[in-house]
């Protein structure tokens, strides 16, 4: 090695100790060093400081040393901006205190609740039985020759696996989806729409509606500087749209739903963003969640019609994502597909406006997250850019089978006249009715406390309740670099191990604060969350007062 080399590193491996030792003294965070802050039982924050190992980077060959490829400087710089609150810092540190509990670590509570993810499943929620039923047909056909299934499960089964290659879920499909399963889709929705068409050859299935929704928004991206692509997303919103917006470059047009009116989406409002987004973008897309997530609002009729009214006037591609639509609980309201209000609002909408429409069968009554089914539907695709979306799906060769499956068994349920009908429609019924009395119970709880003011939970699984901080408080989490709405529900989770999302994670006005919480808790469990939700509050609000 020659002289000059050796200076060199032992210059470098100086300045690391020395720039090391600066940050611990200091607490520094400059922008090569991540620092991330984590909450002890004392509600204290311990300052972790994770340092990049610069010499473990160097490949030495010889007289001369080589950094490596992908470092966080020269790795793609949109994913750096890509945030997903619902499994961001607060779940991270959810998790490792769910270590230290079964390591037997101390804490003033015996279990994390996660009351943070939409996930029936593991809040409880018991599958289907004829859904499972038939999944387990389907991935072990040896069973169709057992009793205990009835002939109804058996002959879904039979069906689906004749639609496989091989006759297996372990075949690939069709990139678009199987063929059979897409004609399901499409009764099903005719049956929802009370008759309106729909052509199988516009309905994609997908891994879960997310695949879907970040598929139709690489469509829609391009441009660069002022015409850029402009998304329009409500505030609050799903992290996922945001997200994706970030990885994909595009520009993040806001606007706000009205919380004094139940979360409402207001055509003014829109119109006051879309002006302010031409200044410095191209907008070409209008982004809708009916129901609301994370607000839980249910828009009606009108409502719908002036947001269709609005884009064709703005010439702007819609984005329906309406995959809580058998999940609405208030009095008074109803769920109406974007699909259907669009045809009957006559053929100078219906044969203009574009648009795709999104579901799945992680929410609803099913709650099956983990089998990622879904599909979209696409209204007047223009036919070369329908040619481009089978290529862009082609890519990820197909959505996985199984959730192809069960998306078919949602779409076609049983019958009347079959044997599982009764015992599908009591377990349907239940959950739904649970999901009702549990949002109910939710806002009435968090009114009574002072300090809490909670919309309504129309439909959809969560509420999202804002919170009145002291100036104190608020003053202190800055003092912690930490957004008020963050640093409550960190402390909420270190002294009572409940997980929420604060508000921040998905977007809210200046000056005011949230956290959204599922419902799918069991009741039981949901009001000992709810009280502890409301012990603390008093407690916190006391502290900083």
Known sequence: MHYETCISLFVLTVTSVLFIAYIYITNTDPKRFRVSKNICLNNQFLWKVEI??????????????????????????????????????????????????????????????????????????????????????????????????????????????????????????????????????????????????????????????????????????????????????????????????????????????????????????????????????????????????????????????????????????????????DNVYAEGCQFHSFKKVLFEMGPEYSNTVEMASFHSTSKCYMGECGFRGGYMEVINLDPEVKAQLIKLVSVRLCPPVPGQALLDLVVNPPQPDEPSYATFMKERTAVLSTLAEKARLTEQIFNTVPGITCNPVQGAMYTFPGITLPQKAIDKAKELGLVPDMFYCMRLLEEDGICLVPGSGFGQREGTYHFRMTILPPTDKLKVVLQKIREFHLRFTQEFS
Not at 297 to 310: P, Y
Request: aromatic share 6%; proline share 5%.
């Open 52 to 325: 990049t190992k610069t010499l473990q980077s160097l490949q030495l060959n010889g007289i001369s040393h080589r950094g490596r490829v992908l470092t966080l400087d020269s790795m793609n710089p949109n994913v750096k901006r890509v945030e997903y609150a619902v499994r961001g810092p607060i779940v991270q540190r959810a998790v490792q205190i769910e270590k230290e509990l079964k390591e037997g670590v101390k804490k003033p509570f015996t279990e994390v609740i996660k009351a943070n993810i939409g996930d029936a499943h593991a809040m409880g929620q018991k599958p289907i039985t004829f859904f499972r039923q038939v999944l387990a047909l389907c991935s072990y056909p040896a069973l169709l020759e057992d009793s205990k299934f009835p002939e109804d499960a058996k002959k879904r089964a039979q069906r689906i696996l004749e639609a496989c290659g091989g006759h297996s879920i372990g075949a690939y499909s069709t990139s678009q989806g199987i063929e059979c399963i897409r004609q399901d889709v499409a009764r099903y929705i005719e049956k929802r729409d009370g008759g309106i068409p729909s052509n199988p050859d516009n309905i994609y299935l997908s891994t879960g509606a997310s695949d879907a929704i970040v598929t139709i928004l690489k469509l829609l991206v391009c441009g660069e500087g002022r015409d850029r692509t402009g998304v329009m997303i409500s505030i609050p919103q799903y992290p996922l749209y945001s997200a994706a917006l970030a990885d994909l470059g595009a520009v993040q047009i806001n606007y706000y739903l009205d919380e004094d009116n139940c979360w409402s989406l207001n055509i003014t409002e829109l119109r006051r963003a879309l002006n302010a987004a031409r200044e410095h973008c191209n907008p070409r897309v209008l982004c809708i969640i009916n129901p609301g997530n994370p607000t839980g609002q249910v828009q009606s009729r009108q409502c719908i019609e002036d947001v269709i009214r609005f884009a064709k006037e703005e010439h702007l591609f819609l984005m329906a994502d309406e995959v809580y639509q």
